[in-house]
């Protein structure tokens, strides 16, 4: 009897300790004793990246008597770890973001903010990068960083197999006699492309040939199913089939860093890793469909940084939105991100490296265009069904037929 | 006098407090939370909304993927592990044979289970490689054609069980310190019998252990229905979707389509099929585990009746 009383005492004492700690987290003061506010500020990156982006923030609170960031890295578990602040209301109040559609509706509009800096701070930023960070005409984020996807090419396989390398005038049917003569004359692939490519990444090839997934609406019926969308689909099953294109399990990075592959179409994450192999590469704009009449168009990859709605301290918060988003910040981050300030662009002279400036052309070719992930309420789960049935095209043990497969998926 | 006495009987109690809140704060807690979330709808980003057994109904009825992912799991568990179960026994009986250099290869056999899951789906993930990988060259050398493991749904969930089988260490050791346990004598005098090793094996070592085959087999049997690590680095669910298995399933329903309600409900049904299981393992304990302590006490009370 005793002892059953013990047990319970302890038991009421833990379960009294756990929830004043919970109670005490509520009320938690964001401004500390010195008088400074607290601000919390959440990244993705890892390594190396954080050092850099912690020796940036260190520079913003030497010069800030009032107001001190945290730097809290959370690396691959980012989105985890965001959703689950998210759904707790312990967001941290100023965050890396690029997936507005799942997370908007705990960020807080910054349009008021954007308004208060004057017209010249938004012109400064390409227009294209806004679409991105915005939902529903809202914009909910600052650009910080993009890639766009261009065409990799190995110039020494293209030496070898004796043809001239890639342009940014080139047709897919360009690209298909080179990838055929690279694939006769030497070891390798000519082309490689992802068979379960993300749904998200794919759509700019359909905006490149004239359709969409969907329309403004929403419907899929009629869009993804379009002659032009299967035109694109059955392009890249015909070059697997033939067998110059490899598809590849995943970006294709791998097969074209070890020489197996002569080209790829990929955004500007892989360009360290290149560089530091020595990969003897060149980069263009994507190929464009001739029987389209228009220029190529890739899809923006883009991350913004954003204020959480239920931040204590938004005018501090938005003080070093600023601060991350200027000039200077934006040129310390050169080769972490690619800047989007034009102005930086043109002081850098970054225009002038050819192994960057395909991915600004690309981003001036690709501005008007809303990704069906902001269009489509339910994108995650759409998503994950159109990426299994892009895998039922491109996957070798099944390459069904286009028309049927996009006609299933238009029923989603 | 009494107060003594509830010092002295409460102090053990106080020993394991820490334990005891961290039990409660992080294991029974959020238990019972997800028990509470997953009769809610909760998008996360905004407030929870009561659906009552909605969840539930929409899982049995509506999503075929729920459907799908169990019978991946199960199947997956099906061949899993028995598997390895054998092959941690097969194991564990080479390293206690009396060789030279025996603790190098109880070493060996040991170290994949230290490694941590996200490396071995790494180093999986290069071995499986159909077109450069390590695996199909050695085929090659047989004159094989591989399949191209990770790409060919046929093959996909062989190519995670193979991998998911490099782990098989810790059983293993298991295994190992309870046959060290066996008196030798029960092995010399079979052999003074003229029993065969293949004899002893199934009459002496076999029997004598499956105290431990039960345990390794409740365990195995929960760790493969909740296995994630692999599928998620090694396979990513695919190729199309046949490694999709429910801990995958329920992740996804969480933390990429952010439906943390419906994924509570999806693990609480793996947490009801789980115990379902264990319950009939143990059910059916009685026939095939023998323990020597039960053999020797009923032993006493057929004496005892005489």
Known sequence: MKRKLAVLCMLSLTAVTVLSGCGGSKTNQDTAKDGKTKIRFASWDVAEDVDRQQELVDKFNLAHDDIEVTLEAYGQDFDTKISAGMGSGDTPDVMYMWNYPSYYQGLEPLGSFIEKEGESYKANFYDTLWNYNSMDGQIYGIPIGFTTHTLFYNKDLFQEAGISEPTNDWTWDDLQQAAKTISEKTSAKGFAFPMKPDPYDFEMYLWSNGAAYCDKEGNLEGNINSKESEEVFQMFQDMEKEGYAVATEKSGTDEFRSGAVAMYVYGAWSINSLKEDGLNYGVVAIPAFANAGKDSVSILSSSGISISKDSKNKEAAWEFVKFWTNEESNKARIGLELPVLSSVVESEKIMDQPEYAPFYLMLEQSTGYTSASFIIKEWSELSEKLSLSFEEVFNPSSLQSVPDVLNSAAQK | ?306
């Open chain 2, 1 to 306: 006098m009494k107060q003594k006495k509830f010092i002295r009987n409460a102090t053990p109690y106080f020993f394991i407090t820490p334990w005891i809140i961290g039990f409660l704060v992080f294991t029974i807690g959020p238990l019972i939370l997800s028990l509470g979330m997953s009769f809610f709808d909760w998008p996360l980003t905004s407030d929870p909304v009561f659906k009552g057994f909605g969840n539930y109904t929409e899982m049995f009825t509506k999503d075929t993927q729920f459907w799908k992912s169990l019978t991946i799991s199960l199947k997956y568990a099906a061949i899993f592990v028995p598997l390895n179960m054998a092959i941690a026994l097969f194991l564990a009986m080479l390293i206690t044979q009396p060789v030279n250099g025996v603790k190098i290869y109880r070493t060996i056999f040991y170290i994949p289970a230290v490694i941590s899951g996200v490396a071995v789906s790494i180093i999986w993930g290069w071995i499986l490689n159909g077109d450069y990988g390590v695996l199909n060259y050695l085929l090659s050398l047989l004159g094989i054609t591989g399949p191209r493991w990770l790409v060919d749904p046929a093959w996909a969930l062989f190519a995670v069980i193979l991998a998911s089988a490099f782990g098989v260490g810790t059983m293993m050791l298991i295994f190992y310190t309870d046959i060290k346990n066996i008196p030798i004598d029960l092995y010399e005098a079979s052999s003074l019998d003229g029993a065969s090793p293949a004899k002893q094996f199934f009459c002496i070592t076999l029997p004598i252990i499956t105290p431990t085959i039960l345990f390794n087999l409740i365990t195995s049997v929960i760790s493969s229905f909740q296995q994630v690590t692999l599928v998620m680095l090694l396979t990513g669910g695919g190729p199309l979707k046949s490694t999709y298995f429910y801990g995958l399933y329920t992740y996804n329903n969480a933390f990429k389509h952010h439906k943390l309600g419906y994924a509570s409900a999806n693990a609480w049904v793996m947490f009801i099929i789980i115990l379902i299981l264990t319950a009939l393992i143990f059910k059916s304990s009685s026939t095939w585990v023998f323990y020597e302590t039960e053999a020797k006490n009923g032993k006493k009370k057929k004496g005892g009746k005489k």
